[in-house]
């Protein structure tokens, strides 16, 4: 059974960073592009980070400074970095698998979504 978990989300104060992981099962997580979107409120979701079966590692401009994207092969999971966070930040975060060879930041690459966790950053 394929499934994507997402945990670390939470209400945190702004300039600090949190980890969000996501614990993957039903397949090894390096056999997939794997990925972070977010969705604020009110807003579409967009594409945060991704990385590729071979570790490529792409960000979107607006988060390539404070975001890191990291895989860890031994623990079947996904991870996303957040340092100096803002009120703007907050959002629910997801977890997303694409194909084995197309990776990318749009929504129609995906084909496993996570079920998202909250991360609220307050001033």
């Known amino acids: 059974q394929v499934q994507l978990v997402e945990s670390g989300g939470g209400s945190v104060q702004a300039g600090g960073s949190v980890r969000l992981s996501c614990v993957v099962s039903?397949?090894?997580?390096?056999?997939?592009?794997m990925a972070w979107f977010r969705q604020a409120p009110g807003k579409e979701r967009e594409g945060v980070a991704y990385?590729?079966?071979?570790?490529?590692?792409r960000y979107t401009d607006a988060v390539r400074v404070r975001f890191t994207i990291s895989r860890d092969n031994v623990e079947n999971s996904l991870y996303l970095h957040i340092n100096n966070l803002t009120p703007e930040k907050t959002a629910i975060y997801y977890c997303?698998?694409?194909?084995?060879?197309?990776?990318?930041?749009?929504?129609?690459?995906?084909?496993?979504w996570g079920q998202g966790t909250q991360g609220t950053v307050s001033s």
């Open positions: 039903g397949y090894t997580v390096s056999d997939r592009c």
């Open positions: 997303a698998a694409g194909s084995p060879s197309i990776c990318g930041l749009r929504s129609g690459l995906i084909n496993i």
């Open positions: 990385v590729s079966c071979g570790g490529t590692t």
